[in-house]
């Protein structure tokens, strides 16, 4: 069974910087769609990026655009969220998805259709 684990959350200042990492415990990473989610309590749990198995392929949720950036490298079977310009409403769990896409290099797929889930990381924006 192939695990997904999330690192890189934190506190930051309202403004900073971090970068979440996504560690697949599988040598196949690269024919993975891979998206980043966030939840804060109470509310379903949103995709703010995604990224097709090639990595030529990228979603970002409007909120997020320009400041926060997707990529990934299938040799070390990673994908990274570069997050900056962080605001408060940043604050939540993320957590990275993966689904098996061999035929195919979509990247945009709603939460349903992922079927690896990581465990969360908690980033909170404050001052």
């Known amino acids: 069974q192939v695990q997904l684990i999330e690192s890189g959350g934190g506190l930051v200042q309202p403004g900073g910087s971090l970068r979440l990492s996504c560690t697949a415990s599988?040598?196949?990473?690269?024919?993975?769609?891979v998206g980043w989610f966030r939840q804060v309590p109470g509310k379903d749990k949103e995709q703010v990026a995604a990224?097709?198995?090639?990595?030529?392929?990228?979603y970002y949720v409007d909120d997020v655009k320009g400041r926060f950036a997707i990529s990934r490298n299938n040799a070390e079977n990673t994908v990274d969220l570069r997050m900056d310009s962080l605001r408060p409403l940043d604050t939540a769990v993320y957590y990275c998805?993966?689904?098996?896409?061999?035929?195919?290099?979509?990247?945009?797929?709603?939460?349903?259709?992922?079927?690896?889930w990581g465990q969360g990381t908690q980033v909170t924006v404050s001052s």
């Open positions: 998805a993966a689904r098996n896409t061999p035929l195919t290099d979509d990247y945009y797929y709603v939460a349903p259709q992922y079927h690896l």
């Open positions: 599988t040598g196949a990473f690269g024919a993975y769609a």
């Open positions: 990224i097709s198995r090639s990595g030529t392929g990228t």
